[in-house]
C-alpha cells in the first residue's frame, strides 16, 4: 500500500504539471508491482485483488496518458474516488487475511473435483438450448438477425425483447460450464458426453457472434479461461496467449456492426491520427470510462442516494414499468457515443464519495470470503462464481457491473445451478 500511495501521489503530481506520459506510467508500473506482489504470494495467476490491482490502477494509469482529445484534467474528487476505490478493497482484503489467514499458507491448490460430472453436463445442455431458443424468439418477433444487417452501427442495442434477451445472453455461462465438466469426465470414457458438450460450447458462442456482441464473446472466452485457470494444478502464463485467439473475432466483429476505422476515429477524436485501430480501439474502451467518472463528478445535480444503484431490482420485478421515475436518471458522458463506464460509476451516483468506499470495502470482503470458501466448497459451481467475480474485477473499468440487471441474472442462473448439483450430489 505504501508504494501505491507513493506513486499515486508522484502521478497526482505531474498530471498537475501536464507530464501525462510519467504520470500514466508511474501507476502502470504501480499496478504491475502491486499484481506481482499478490501473485508471489499466492501462486495464483487471478488471485482476486491481484486482478483488481492490475486492472483499475493500471486502467487508471492508461488513462492519465491523455491520447484523445476527449480527455481532460480530472477534479480533485475524481483521483480521491478513484484512489478509495482501491484502498477501500485492498485494505479490507489484507485486514481480513492477517485475521483469518490467505488460504495460500502451504501453495495448495483447490481441490480435484471427483462427483459426478452428469449435473455439469446437464446445466451445459439446459442453459444452452434455452438460450438459443431465446435467440431464435428474438430474431423471429423482431425480424432480422443482426449479424446479417449492413450500415447500421448499433443493431445489436435494439435486438433486446423485455425479459428474453437476459436468458439469450446466459450463453456466456456455457464454455465455462464446458471447462468444469471436461475436468470432472477426465478419463471415465464418457466421449459421447463430451463430443455432445463441445458443440453445445460452440454453438453458445455462436450465440454473441450472430447478436454481433463483441463483449458477450469476449466474456464467454475470458470465463472459461478464468474457470480453467482455477482447475489447473501447475498452469504457465504463457498458456495465457491462447486468448489471443479472440482477436480476429473481435475485428470481424467490428466490421460487422458497421464499425469502419473513420467511423471509430472520429469518435475517439485520438491526438495522434497515425495510431492504428487496434491500439487506439482498446485504449478508449479503457481510458475513457475514467474521464466519463470524472464527467459525473463535475455535472452531476444531485445524488440518487440508492435508486440507481437498485436498477436490477426495478428491472427484474418490473416496478421500472410501474414507476418509471425510478429509472429517470440519465448517464453523463464526456461523447453520446462512449457510454462505458467503471464500476464505481453508480456508487457515486447514489452516495457520494462514501458510496464508493462502501461499495469498495464490500467488493473486498466479497472477494476475500470467495478465495477462502472456494477452498472448502464440494460444488463446482463454485468455480464459475469465482470466475464471475474475477471477470468483473478485471474488467472493474468497463462498466458498473453490480447495478447491471444482466450480472444478477447471471449469479441468480449460477445459483440456481449451484442448488441443482448439490440436490443430484445428495440424490447419489
Known amino acids: ?196 458438450s463441445a458443440m453445445m460450447t460452440g454453438t453458445a458462442l455462436l450465440i454473441p457472434v450472430f447478436c454481433v456482441s463483441r463483449f458477450q464473446f469476449v466474456f464467454a472466452v475470458l470465463l472459461a479461461g478464468f474457470t480453467y485457470i482455477s482447475l489447473q494444478k501447475q498452469f504457465s502464463p504463457v498458456y495465457l496467449l491462447s486468448l489471443a485467439a479472440v482477436v480476429p473475432v473481435y475485428l470481424i466483429l467490428s466490421v460487422a456492426r458497421s464499425h469502419d476505422v473513420e467511423y471509430l476515429n472520429g469518435i475517439f477524436e485520438m491526438k495522434y491520427a497515425e495510431m492504428p485501430i487496434f491500439i487506439t480501439q482498446p485504449y478508449m474502451y479503457i481510458a475513457n470510462n475514467y474521464d466519463n467518472f470524472d464527467c459525473l463528478i463535475k455535472v452531476l445535480p444531485r445524488h440518487a442516494f440508492g435508486i440507481r444503484g437498485l436498477f436490477p431490482l426495478w428491472a427484474l420485478t418490473g416496478l421500472k414499468f410501474a414507476f418509471p421515475q425510478l429509472i429517470n436518471y440519465p448517464i453523463y458522458v464526456n461523447k453520446k457515443e462512449l457510454t462505458t463506464l467503471t464500476m464505481f460509476y453508480d456508487a457515486y451516483y447514489d452516495f457520494g464519495c462514501l458510496g464508493v468506499l462502501a461499495f469498495s470495502c464490500i467488493l473486498g470482503v466479497a472477494a476475500y470470503l470467495l478465495t477462502i470458501k472456494l477452498r472448502e466448497m464440494r460444488n463446482p459451481v463454485g468455480y464459475l462464481l469465482y470466475a464471475q467475480l474475477g471477470a468483473y474485477l478485471m474488467l472493474s473499468f468497463f462498466t458498473t457491473w453490480f447495478s447491471n440487471t444482466t450480472t444478477w441474472f447471471y449469479l441468480i442462473l449460477t445459483g440456481m445451478m449451484a442448488a441443482y448439483y448439490h440436490w443430484r450430489e445428495r440424490r447419489i
Not at 94 to 105: A, H, I, K, M
Request: net charge positive.
Open 1 to 196: 500500500m505504501i508504494v501505491y500511495l507513493i506513486s499515486y501521489a508522484g502521478s497526482f503530481f505531474l498530471a498537475g504539471r501536464q507530464h501525462y506520459y510519467l504520470s500514466g506510467i508511474l501507476l502502470m508500473l504501480a499496478a504491475l508491482w502491486l499484481y506481482i506482489r499478490d501473485y508471489r504470494h499466492s501462486k495464483n495467476l487471478i488471485h482476486l485483488r491481484g486482478v483488481f490491482s492490475l486492472f483499475w490502477v493500471g486502467g487508471q494509469g492508461l488513462a492519465c496518458l491523455k491520447l484523445s482529445h476527449l480527455q481532460g484534467e480530472w477534479q480533485l474528487m475524481s483521483w480521491i474516488c478513484m484512489a478509495l476505490a482501491f484502498m477501500g478493497f485492498w485494505v479490507v482484503f489484507e485486514l481480513l487475511s492477517r485475521t483469518y489467514g490467505t488460504g495460500y499458507d502451504s501453495h495448495s491448490r483447490w481441490r480435484s473435483f471427483k462427483g459426478d460430472p452428469k449435473p455439469v453436463y446437464h446445466m451445459v445442455c439446459g442453459v444452452t438450448v434455452v438460450s438459443l431458443a431465446a435467440f431464435l424468439t428474438e430474431a423471429i418477433v423482431l425480424g432480422y438477425v443482426p449479424l446479417f444487417l449492413r450500415g447500421v452501427p448499433h443493431a445489436y442495442s435494439e435486438f433486446h425483447l423485455t425479459g428474453i434477451h437476459y436468458i439469450t445472453v446466459s450463453c456466456v455461462l456455457v464454455p465455462s460450464l464446458a471447462v468444469l465438466h471436461a475436468h470432472m469426465e477426465r478419463g471415465r470414457g464418457s466421449e459421447k458426453r463430451l463430443f455432445t
